[in-house]
């Protein structure tokens, strides 16, 4: 994993732009196809290793403020420039994408349909989840249909969960999650520190711990500290991938490129390429998200044995959706507001995270400066998330009546929920979509995007195990 020292090895099988996500388990799905395929990846940070993000604090010496420029007032964006890309800063929350979410334009008449379904992608869902040793309850199957159990256990719920849970089963179910519920080969048990983007115990699965399959492969080679400016696309097929290493500049050539970048930083290399389909950047997106408080009689909170413990659907789908984006509840086993302050009464408390669904909009977009900058234009969210914030707070009080409620108090709207999504949505017809169901570029045929950027649509959940599972589909189907 050295900083580049010369184009020493030719000609790869398999060039990768980014190492998140997306990339690697679009490799991982590759090799097992192709075991002997060569494989490079190009990654813009270096490798910050677990011990020196515990040690300094943060996931990256770059900071990802600083690679985009965007117009005062718009939209805060978060994620992480280095090997390994945001395995290392997320918290490891892993529900999978709800199957109306694949069909909201069939269902509800808005957004648009995703080109696959859920049934499509469960069996990649099941190969991600093993990869990650996602843990999770059987109770979730109800909402979530699966095939195959999760491979670790649920974690312990609190006592507010517990609850909930009595009263609405079909509802409320234990969070799924990649922060180990009971140690494993890779990662001891998560022990509810609730400092998951640098996990101090190394509990979250992350590039370091869960992909040393890659790492100790000779037939991959990672060349950090090359960012990718630019990809030379002759006729459409790219032939090469430029980039730069310090003051040097350097190209790498290959028969199949993937393209992970980030949802701003990838169709901002396509621009720079002159690759420009009308849609390349447009419609960036990603939730609305806010924090609230129920302050509890007489019920003692916070005996889970994780940072968040249990999801809530209630709010998620319906009919509602053809009006206002669904919500989903994470109930937290952490106190980001301080406990309460009255004598004896400190743990009667549940700090909740409700995350609504946003609309992409056209207008909102990612864009590059003369100079190369990506810029990033995102003025305000959608009326649809908007109301969905409105109706979702007036909701909370059925969704939270089984417990016993003394009042509930709005704390904060998020700036933002570090999920980048949707800036090169993929569909089957060229006019609406940049990418094809196979995530292939509808116009350059040897490039595959991966990552969040391909979400034609924005659901309220998390997106990192549907990349996975996007990314294991599109390398089995290509390789
Ligand atoms: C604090 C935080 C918490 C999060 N928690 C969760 C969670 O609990 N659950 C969840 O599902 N999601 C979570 N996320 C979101 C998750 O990180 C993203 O959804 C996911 O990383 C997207 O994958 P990706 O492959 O699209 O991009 P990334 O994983 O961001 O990978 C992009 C890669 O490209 C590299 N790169 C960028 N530009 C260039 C270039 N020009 N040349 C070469 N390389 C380049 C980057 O360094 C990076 O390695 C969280 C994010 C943050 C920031
Ligand atoms: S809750 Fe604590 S132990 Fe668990 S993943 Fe987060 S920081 Fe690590």
Known sequence: MDDHQGNKNGRFDLVVIGSGFGSLFFIEGFLKKRPRARVLVLERGRHYTHGWQVQHGRNSDIAHEQTFRSPEGHKQWNFTIGLGGGTNCWHGTTPRLHP???????????????????????????????????????????????????????????????????????????????????????????????????????????????????????????????????????????????????????????ELFVLGANAIHSPAILLRSGVRHPLTGVGIHEKVAYSVEILLNGLDNFDGSTITTAINYMLYDGAFRKEHGGAVIYFENRWPHGLRREFGRWRQVAPLTVVVEDLPQDRNRVEVDPDGMPRVLHERVSDYATLGVKRSLAGLAKVVAPLPVERIEFRAMWPTLSHIQGSLRMG?????????????????????????????SCSCASPSLSVAALSLRSAELLA
């Open 100 to 254: 109306s979410d694949f069909r909201t334009r069939t269902l509800y008449g808005v957004g648009q349909d995703w080109p696959l379904t859920y049934n499509d992608l469960e069996p990649y869902y099941v190969a991600a989840e093993r990869k990650m040793s996602i843990a999770g309850g059987p109770e979730m199957a109800a909402i979530l249909p699966r095939s195959a159990p999760f491979p670790l256990p649920p974690h312990r719920m609190t006592a507010v969960d517990r609850v909930m849970l009595k009263a609405q089963p079909e509802f409320h179910v234990p969070v799924a999650t990649a922060r180990a519920s009971v140690g494993t080969t890779e990662r001891p048990r998560c022990c509810a520190m609730a400092r998951c983007t640098v996990c101090p115990m190394d509990a979250k699965f992350t590039f370091d711990n869960g992909f040393r399959n890659l790492r100790e492969n000779p037939a991959v080679e990672f060349r950090v500290g090359c960012e990718v400016t630019h990809l030379d696309v002759v006729n459409g097929t790219v032939r090469t991938a430029t980039y730069r290493s310090g003051a040097r500049e350097d190209e790498a050539g290959g």
């Open 428 to 456: 089957a017809d060229p006019s609406s979509s940049v990418v094809d169901p196979k995530q292939v570029h509808h116009s350059v045929r040897n490039l595959v995007v991966v990552g969040s950027a391909v979400f034609p």
